[in-house]
């Protein structure tokens, strides 16, 4: 890539190509690091990145959401000193434009979207607000995105259960919110209400969907404990334990069902490895892959449509790091 970055977006267009958003790029002493507004695209047929303009805003750890017409609509994420952004914008792949949309309906300190059937996008997460003293307050919030051709409009809705944590998609249109404590809610566009599931044992830790419609949800400080959930029943069967990961690791679901764990560090004062490996739900067995060119934790992945993965970015180790620039595509055997 142009500029070393993570906390950036990786975003699949309709076309095959991979659009690169934001991210930080450098340290800033005692204030955190610096948010790029830089935009590259990632094209797999030539393996190079061309750059592809600029953010309205620059931001790290966003959202960045393909619409149904090929645009992508990029709201949240942390600026400068770990500050919240508000602004939305909208990018245009054939032009290379992004459009500003004026603000989400709040600030938020963490928060997901995610695109329905209808073509609208729901946002939740936890909001960033503070009192009169400067004191900050808690709270969540949740709102609708509406695209339009012009850009589009926020709605604001009935406030969540519970905070930031990934949306995933259920049969019928449904939604469903998770917080990292096994806490479960469904949104309901019908009613246009959240409902919540309280706590659920199996669905603590992280939860990625299958191809095949289930979710796997893995556990522990390795994430080696896992349970499969049908996104149908969300009754969950438990799996025999996988090969204990690194902290830190990315993981992501492949097309073929397996699980890629890449990187991670044994703690924040050791530099990120190389290592990689292949977990399979269906059989609960794990098998070492071959070792990335460049060791690195926080990577951004992407999965590509030949059902390679694009892993871009990253730092060297979580503590006194370096952003990195390197970007591999890996092809699980």
Not at 82 to 97: H, L
Not at 167 to 193: C, K, M, N, V, W
Not at 221 to 240: E, I, N, Q, S, V
Request: aromatic share 6%; net charge neutral; with cysteine.
């Amino acid at each position: 890539m142009a500029e070393p970055r993570f906390g950036h977006a990786a975003t699949l267009l309709k076309d095959g190509r991979v659009l690169i958003t934001g991210g930080y790029t450098r340290a800033i002493g005692e204030a955190g690091w610096c948010p790029t507004r830089g935009i590259e695209i990632f094209a797999p047929a030539e393996g190079r990145f061309h750059a592809a303009g600029s953010l309205v805003a620059p931001r790290a750890n966003h959202q960045a959401v393909l619409l149904h017409d090929g645009r992508v609509l990029i709201v949240g994420g942390s600026k400068e000193g770990w500050n919240s952004v508000s602004i939305a914008e909208i990018y245009y792949p054939a032009t290379g434009d992004s459009r500003h949309l004026g603000s989400t309906l709040d600030h938020y300190d963490r928060m997901s979207a995610v695109l329905m059937e209808d073509g609208d996008v729901l946002i939740a997460g936890t909001r960033l607000m503070f009192d009169p003293d400067h004191r900050r307050l808690g709270g969540f919030s949740a709102e609708i995105f509406h695209p339009t051709k012009a850009g589009g409009t926020f709605e604001r809705l009935g406030p969540p259960s519970i905070g930031a944590g990934p949306l995933f998609p259920l049969p019928g249109g449904r939604i469903l919110h998770q917080d990292a404590a096994g806490h479960l809610e469904t949104y309901d566009p019908g009613s246009r209400a959240f409902t919540s599931l309280g706590r659920r044992e199996w669905a603590e830790g992280r939860m990625l969907a299958m191809a095949n419609g289930d979710l796997v949800s893995l556990q522990g400080a390795g994430m080696d404990t896992a349970y499969r959930t049908p996104r149908a029943t969300l009754k969950a069967t438990f799996l025999r334990a996988f090969q204990e990961l690194l902290p830190d690791a990315t993981v992501l679901a492949l097309q073929d069902g397996r699980i890629l764990a890449l990187g991670g560090a044994w703690n924040s004062l050791e530099p990120a490895q190389a290592d990689t490996w292949l977990l399979d739900p269906r059989t609960g067995e794990s098998q070492r892959g071959n070792s990335m060119h460049q060791a690195r934790i926080e990577a951004t992945t992407c999965l590509l449509k030949d059902g390679s993965v694009l892993v871009s970015g990253g730092r060297t180790s979580s503590c006194g790091s370096t952003a990195l620039s390197r970007a591999e595509v890996f092809v699980a055997r």
